[in-house]
């Protein structure tokens, strides 16, 4: 069992979109959550813990992971994804971009 994270900003579109997409998938456990303050699921500690990857939509979800987890990323198998923040949830777009970006990274879709 794969257990994937998914992060943005605020958790409301693209991270939510992602977890919904990939729940549906045998194999994987999927969370969501965001790294800015008034996140819907703002990131802790535990879900870094949890994750054997962490899918992030932009190069500064990455940076700002590194500098505010520093401590809990030893190990951390951490993909940026350069999905920028111009979809709704759910859209299809949105959809086809993460299926393409992320399914041939679990190996076994």
């Known amino acids: 069992m794969k257990k994937l994270l998914?992060?943005?900003s605020q958790n409301k579109l693209r991270s939510p979109t992602a977890e919904a997409i990939?729940?549906?998938?045998?194999?994987?456990e999927v969370e969501s959550a965001g790294l800015n303050k008034?996140?819907?699921?703002?990131?802790?500690?535990?879900?870094?813990e949890w994750a054997d990857i962490i899918f992030?939509?932009?190069?500064?979800?990455?940076?700002?992971l590194s500098k505010n987890f520093k401590s809990f990323m030893k190990g951390k198998r951490v993909?940026?994804?350069d999905?920028?923040?111009?979809?709704?949830?759910?859209s299809p777009d949105l959809i086809k971009i993460l299926k393409k970006?992320?399914?041939?990274?679990?190996?076994?879709?």
């Open 22 to 28: 990939f729940s549906e998938y045998e194999g994987v």
């Open 101 to 109: 970006k992320v399914l041939p990274l679990l190996g076994t879709f």
């Open 38 to 48: 008034g996140a819907e699921n703002l990131l802790s500690t535990e879900s870094i």
């Open 79 to 81: 993909v940026c994804l």
């Open 83 to 90: 999905i920028p923040d111009e979809y709704d949830y759910m």
């Open 56 to 64: 992030v939509m932009e190069n500064s979800h990455k940076n700002k």
């Open 6 to 8: 998914f992060l943005c």
